[in-house]
């Protein structure tokens, strides 16, 4: 960069620092905009009603409640399965082992499952939850997808948070005779759940913002869900019906709103829980 | 040996099953996906898949070049746009800005990150697509918009692994070059960005598969149309919005060919991420 340019070195310093300020300023400006944009136009909108009453008329009327309903269920469920397999996994990982080739593969595997396109996991639900169990478009084959999508997150963090917690904790434990497994529930644990409790309200914010993964599985009936067997629409597929069919666009911001505050205070709680109790030990 | 001695090892056992979910889960959708898609592309030849350039499924043509054509230039564009944006806003971040500065606005990306995609894509398609529309010509629904959103899209997990990479670089060696009379930028160029280069690679990579495997928000500005795009103001179909546009109504090779179409994605990706593990793990050795 440069080179040919033949610059005074401080003078290449100046441009390169506006240059930078110029893109960061960008890249900044950029996606606060789509913060307020959104805001601005959904705001607005949100109201006792537009939270308390379901949809009517493909949504053009009404509110959006059997949406958060079936977002909140959905949600659950994942969580219900992801949680113990991902901490499982992890303490396996940090406590019961030592590097080698399984916990290299173990790794891998859930580094690759974090890259794996939403897309491709709602083909997966569909062929075997949705076909295959006869589960049908419902909050379970839904839930359960969802519960696969945001494993390899509960794994990672609690990972961190169990790594954070200072190895003299461990030795007094074992000192006092405690097995291991003691140790891991009553020492360990204890003060790794605050960083525990990051990782799954980090898959909560992913879950409730998930639409191609949730749309092949948990369908999109507009209706209150009633049973772990009934489909039905989350908040993230409703907002995408609304916009891309235009349905009605007053509904559609309302929605994204409602969306985007949960997803944002959701992930304004875990930058706190983060900062708190896995960066700072670390 | 003693029970509590004994159970220790049943729990032992116990957990190594459960860490083997996660690679277990990855094997079933592997399993599933290509049990799905790939006997349609033994009975129709590979090369009428991957260089075929119609797609008629009831016609029964189902070539996929003009979606894995499109799906490449939109990760393109996006990298185009992400790339300079996000490395220049994270050496920003780490080298030139005000302490404070970098501690509200790094958190303040990283919140971005959260967004769901669905909101990306429509605030392209409210803004971006009429503007393209307006000012460049065509259907607004295009390549470009599809290529500037993505570009957004990508900016969070280029700049926050940049970030990190760049951090992880241990300041003596800034200390030494500044030592040798050179200026900020002389450092940042021919110092820490050498040394964080194979973590910000990392970044870039993981970007790229974030941007080819992104659905909702390309579907909802890029026009869908299934041909090979002409100029970067052409309407576009990616795989990932060839599956998700059709997926819905298809039934029999039509939609085992949707299932092939999300084999190719599949292959695609992991290619991406054993790249980007191991250039990240070569960092982290050294």
């Not at chain 1, 911001?253 to 896995?278: P, R």
């Amino acid at each position: 960069m440069g080179g040919q340019l033949k610059l005074q070195p401080r003078t290449e310093q100046k441009v390169v620092q506006v240059f930078m300020y110029l893109m960061t300023s960008i890249a900044v400006l950029v996606l606060v905009f789509i913060l307020v944009v959104i805001l601005k136009n959904g705001l607005p909108q949100l109201n006792l009603e537009f939270l308390t009453k379901n949809p009517a008329d493909m949504g053009r009327e009404g509110g959006i409640l059997s949406t958060i309903v079936a977002t909140i269920f959905l949600t659950f469920i994942a969580l219900l399965v992801a949680t113990p397999l991902g901490v499982g996994t992890a303490i396996y990982l940090t406590e019961y082992t030592v590097e080698s080739r399984i916990t290299r593969i173990i790794r891998f595997g859930a580094e690759c499952l974090a890259g794996i396109p939403s897309i491709i996991f709602g083909l997966f639900g569909f062929i075997l939850f949705v076909n295959k169990l006869k589960f049908g478009w419902s909050i379970l084959s839904g839930g359960l997808t969802l519960a696969f999508m945001v494993l390899p997150t509960i794994i990672r963090t609690s990972e961190e948070a169990i790594k954070a917690v200072p190895p003299a904790y461990r030795l007094v434990s074992f000192s006092l005779g405690s097995t291991r497994w003691q140790t891991v529930t009553r020492v360990v644990l204890p003060s790794a759940i605050p960083g525990i409790v990051t990782g799954v309200i980090l898959s909560i914010g992913r879950s409730i913002g998930e639409t191609a993964a949730v749309i092949f599985t948990a369908g999109s009936a507009l209706r209150m869900p009633t049973s772990l067997f009934s489909s039905s629409r989350t908040m993230s597929v409703h907002f995408y019906i609304l916009a891309k069919e235009g349905v009605s666009m007053p509904k559609a911001y309302g929605t994204a709103a409602v969306l985007v505050i949960s997803i944002l205070v959701i992930n304004i709680v875990t930058y706190y829980l983060m900062e708190k109790y896995i960066k700072r030990k670390s | 040996m003693t029970r509590l001695e004994k159970n220790d090892r049943l729990v032992r056992l116990g957990l190594l099953m459960i860490a083997l979910s996660a690679i277990s889960v990855l094997a079933i959708i592997t399993l599933f996906i290509f049990e799905q898609g790939t006997p349609i592309m033994f009975r129709y030849g590979f090369k009428s898949f991957l260089l075929g350039q119609d797609w008629y499924p009831s016609e029964k043509s189902f070539g996929l070049l003009p979606m894995i054509v499109g799906s490449l230039m939109v990760t393109f564009g996006a990298l185009i746009i992400g790339v300079p944006l996000g490395l220049a806003s994270a050496i920003f971040l780490t080298e030139f800005s005000h302490r404070r500065l970098t501690r509200i606005l790094k958190p303040v990306i990283e919140l971005l990150a959260g967004i769901p995609s669905v909101v990306y894509g429509f605030i392209g398609l409210m803004f971006l697509v009429p503007f393209i529309r307006d000012n460049f010509g065509g259907p607004g629904l295009s390549v470009l918009a599809a290529s500037l959103i993505l570009g957004i899209m990508i900016l969070p997990t280029v700049i926050s692994i940049a970030i990190d990479s760049i951090r992880a670089v241990p300041d003596s060696y800034r200390e030494g070059s500044i030592a040798l009379g050179a200026t900020r930028w002389q450092t940042v160029r021919m110092v820490v960005l050498p040394a964080a280069r194979s973590g910000i690679i990392a970044g870039i990579i993981l970007g790229m598969g974030r941007a080819i495997g992104e659905t909702m928000a390309v579907i909802m500005v890029a026009g869908n149309a299934a041909d090979i795009p002409g100029s970067i103001l052409a309407p576009v179909r990616t795989l990932t919005s060839n599956i998700a546009l059709e997926m819905a109504y298809a039934s029999g090779e039509h939609r085992e060919a949707l299932f092939a179409t999300g084999v190719i994605l599949f292959i695609i990706i992991m290619i991406l991420n054993t790249i980007a593990n191991v250039t990240s793990t070569r960092q982290r050795k050294k």
